[in-house]
């Protein structure tokens, strides 16, 4: 079984620029979760969907963060524009019906510069 | 307000040893807790979990306590292997009121030493 795919793996961008990840989520599963993964810190719930809609975004920046999963499968998270404190690890999870058991993909690492 | 606290960044075990993870949480709708294991610059990966039905449960080398009264869990590994060197997170949800979110501790290193 294929994991959570991530792309890029690493990103590096000035201040004020846009920048979008890509995650693939498991096959067949229906929930996907984005973290950001701050140093020295643990993963913090950025936006949950379920197949194509929004669970929770109650903690996701709406002024420069967007997220989308249009199909079901596929999701994007964009930030525009960004900030010094984005900088961190923006990690993908899916979930099956083994409800609580959550799959991470490897991560994005972004730097602000 | 951190709702689940690994009080310790880090931690040093010769092998064969055992090692102790703690964790505490404070949100006591939390019902279901789940450790997870990270090597630098790949993902978290699941490693063994509990329901608050339980206080024990174990996975070979790896098992998991739960004090529900003190809200207090932790993992233990018997024995330790150098290849358990990595940084473990705490994580709770609160299944039973539907949520399958995560949240995490900020994580204890571990080093195991040969």
């Known amino acids: 079984e294929a994991g959570v795919a991530q792309s890029p793996r690493y990103k590096i961008i000035e201040k004020r620029q846009s920048v979008a990840f890509w995650c693939n989520p498991i096959?067949?599963?229906?929930?996907l979760y984005w973290y950001q993964q701050i140093l020295g810190q643990g993963p913090k719930l950025l936006i949950q969907?379920?197949?194509?809609?929004?669970?929770?975004d109650s903690q996701l920046p709406k002024d420069r963060f967007s997220a989308e999963r249009l199909k079901g499968v596929d999701s994007t998270l964009k930030i525009q524009p960004a900030k010094l404190e984005d900088s961190a690890v923006y990690l993908c999870?899916?979930?099956?019906?083994?409800?609580?058991?959550?799959?991470f993909g490897p991560g994005t690492r972004l730097t602000v510069l | 307000d951190q709702q689940v606290k690994q009080n310790s960044p880090s931690l040093s075990v010769q092998e064969g040893r055992i090692s102790i993870l703690n964790c505490d949480y404070t949100n006591s709708m939390f019902d279901y807790f789940l450790w997870y294991k990270k090597y630098p610059a790949e993902g978290p990966t699941f490693l063994i979990s509990?329901?608050?039905?339980?206080d024990k449960n174990e996975d070979g080398r790896f098992t998991v306590f739960l004090n529900k009264s003190a809200k207090h869990l932790s993992l233990h590994i018997v024995p330790s292997q150098p290849g358990d060197s990595a940084v473990y997170f705490c994580?709770?949800?609160?299944?039973?009121?539907?949520?399958?979110?995560?949240?995490f501790g900020k994580g204890t290193k571990l080093s195991v030493i040969p």
């Open positions: 509990i329901s608050s039905i339980k």
């Open positions: 999870a899916s979930m099956g019906t083994n409800y609580n058991e959550q799959f």
């Open positions: 994580a709770a949800s609160a299944a039973g009121a539907g949520s399958y979110q995560l949240t």
């Open positions: 969907f379920q197949n194509n809609g929004v669970v929770d």
């Open positions: 096959s067949g599963h229906a929930t």
